[in-house]
């Protein structure tokens, strides 16, 4: 009696048991089944809705070309399996996109069909079903509706598809829209025949709806350099007659008696030197070379502007580094570095260190 009394106990705790384990089974499928429901920019073979819009990583596809056009059709799928409304299936009427402010120039797509074979493919277009650009809070806002499906209909019928068309920023770094840490991203907005409704939200903001991971799309950096603006030039201002130009040069002609701009050169003995806005200019040395600006106009190219000119650098000389990288560079390239005697010196140091530390171990070793 004792022993069936005990089989019969082990019998009912085991069945409690296996009550529990199913129960929680159940309610990881359940809680689990929702997340393959998310929207998503699949790129699911075949035919690849969305060719482009991944990190460029392992297993993704590389991201949109920085002020580039694409077009992109989000998986919105049904997730009200078992729900009847209204005699038909509860399947979606209303469905909003809200864009990244970033993203600019929305246009409306069709709704199509995912189709029961093949997962996450573009379909056929449902009739019925319409589509405007919103703008809500300064978001651009991508709004389908259409109706439910009618009772000799199934879910495969309805809309599961969305496309739409949007001009990417030209960020200065590859960003990724909604990815956690990033910039806001796409906003999602499904209401159901029944009134029901679903918000999903990026990664980055987790609080205004259920997570759909799916929904980050990354675009790659710009490659157009910034542009930076030629530096200010004071304009020069303008002579007076029988004045210097700025530099003490003076107008009017050469001092060897060449054409100048102003006239004929002055005939000997040269008159005492002008007085100018800039002061009084000392008469060059006989045979000196004429100063530049006495040689003709300034060029063509900037004619209110100074020409700045470069350094030049002696035959054979060899500009310094600047940096440590600049250093290691140039040592690579020239073969230089540590001497061979610094080497020799290294190797006869590491040698004569190990010899003496195996004499300390054997006089250690040695009985007294």
Request: proline share 14%.
């Given at each position: 009696?004792?022993?069936?009394?005990?089989?019969?106990?082990?019998?009912?705790?085991r069945?409690?048991?296996?009550?529990?384990?199913?129960?929680?089974?159940?309610?990881i499928?359940?809680?689990?089944?929702p997340?393959?429901?998310?929207?998503?920019?699949?790129?699911?073979?075949?035919?690849?809705?969305?060719?482009?819009?991944?990190?460029?990583?392992?297993?993704?596809?590389?991201?949109?070309?920085?002020?580039?056009?694409?077009?992109?059709?989000?998986?919105?799928?049904?997730?009200?399996?078992?729900?009847?409304?209204?005699?038909?299936?509860?399947?979606?009427?209303?469905?909003?996109?809200?864009?990244?402010?970033?993203?600019?120039?929305?246009?409306?797509?069709?709704?199509?069909?995912?189709?029961?074979?093949?997962?996450?493919?573009?379909?056929?277009?449902?009739?019925?079903?319409?589509?405007?650009?919103?703008?809500?809070?300064?978001?651009?806002?991508?709004?389908?509706?259409?109706?439910?499906?009618?009772?000799?209909?199934?879910?495969?019928?309805?809309?599961?598809?969305?496309?739409?068309?949007?001009?990417?920023?030209?960020?200065?770094?590859?960003?990724?829209?909604?990815?956690?840490?990033?910039?806001?991203?796409?906003?999602?907005?499904?209401?159901?025949?029944?009134?029901?409704?679903?918000?999903?939200?990026?990664?980055?903001d987790?609080?205004?709806?259920?997570?759909?991971?799916?929904?980050?799309?990354?675009?790659?950096?710009?490659?157009?350099?910034?542009s930076?603006?030629?530096?200010?030039?004071?304009?020069?201002?303008?002579?007076?007659?029988?004045?210097?130009?700025?530099?003490?040069?003076?107008?009017?002609?050469?001092?060897?008696?060449?054409?100048?701009?102003?006239?004929?050169?002055?005939?000997?003995?040269?008159?005492?030197?002008?007085?100018?806005?800039?002061?009084?200019?000392?008469?060059?040395?006989?045979?000196?070379?004429?100063?530049?600006?006495?040689?003709?106009?300034?060029?063509?190219g900037?004619?209110?502007?100074?020409?700045?000119?470069?350094?030049?650098?002696?035959?054979?000389?060899?500009?310094?580094?600047?940096?440590?990288?600049q250093?290691?560079?140039?040592?690579?390239?020239?073969?230089?570095?540590?001497?061979?005697?610094?080497?020799?010196?290294?190797?006869?140091?590491?040698?004569?260190?190990?010899?003496?530390?195996?004499?300390?171990?054997?006089?250690?070793?040695?009985?007294?």
């Amino acid at each position: 009696m004792m022993n069936n009394a005990a089989g019969a106990r082990g019998s009912f705790w085991r069945g409690r048991a296996l009550t529990v384990i199913g129960l929680a089974v159940a309610a990881i499928v359940a809680l689990a089944a929702p997340a393959f429901a998310h929207p998503v920019f699949s790129n699911d073979e075949p035919g690849f809705p969305n060719p482009m819009g991944g990190t460029g990583g392992p297993g993704q596809t590389p991201p949109y070309p920085a002020g580039s056009r694409p077009t992109l059709n989000m998986f919105l799928p049904f997730e009200q399996d078992g729900v009847v409304y209204k005699g038909a299936e509860n399947t979606t009427v209303d469905v909003r996109v809200t864009l990244p402010t970033a993203w600019t120039g929305p246009a409306c797509g069709p709704a199509r069909t995912s189709p029961p074979v093949g997962y996450r493919q573009l379909g056929t277009v449902v009739a019925g079903w319409s589509c405007a650009i919103e703008t809500v809070n300064a978001h651009q806002v991508v709004h389908w509706s259409g109706p439910q499906v009618s009772s000799t209909q199934t879910h495969d019928d309805s809309a599961q598809f969305f496309t739409f068309q949007a001009t990417m920023p030209s960020p200065a770094t590859q960003t990724s829209y909604g990815a956690t840490g990033g910039p806001e991203g796409i906003h999602v907005k499904q209401v159901y025949a029944s009134g029901a409704t679903s918000l999903w939200t990026p990664p980055n903001d987790p609080t205004a709806g259920e997570t759909a991971p799916g929904i980050v799309r990354t675009v790659g950096r710009s490659t157009t350099a910034p542009s930076t603006p030629p530096p200010a030039s004071a304009p020069i201002p303008a002579p007076k007659p029988g004045g210097t130009a700025p530099g003490g040069a003076t107008q009017g002609g050469t001092t060897q008696g060449g054409p100048g701009s102003g006239g004929a050169a002055p005939s000997s003995p040269a008159p005492p030197p002008p007085q100018g806005g800039n002061g009084p200019v000392s008469a060059p040395a006989a045979g000196a070379p004429p100063s530049a600006a006495a040689a003709g106009p300034p060029s063509a190219g900037a004619p209110n502007s100074p020409q700045p000119t470069l350094p030049e650098s002696s035959p054979g000389a060899e500009s310094q580094p600047t940096s440590v990288e600049q250093l290691t560079q140039r040592d690579s390239a020239t073969g230089q570095g540590l001497g061979w005697w610094v080497w020799v010196g290294l190797v006869l140091g590491s040698v004569l260190v190990a010899g003496g530390v195996g004499l300390v171990i054997k006089r250690r070793r040695r009985p007294s």
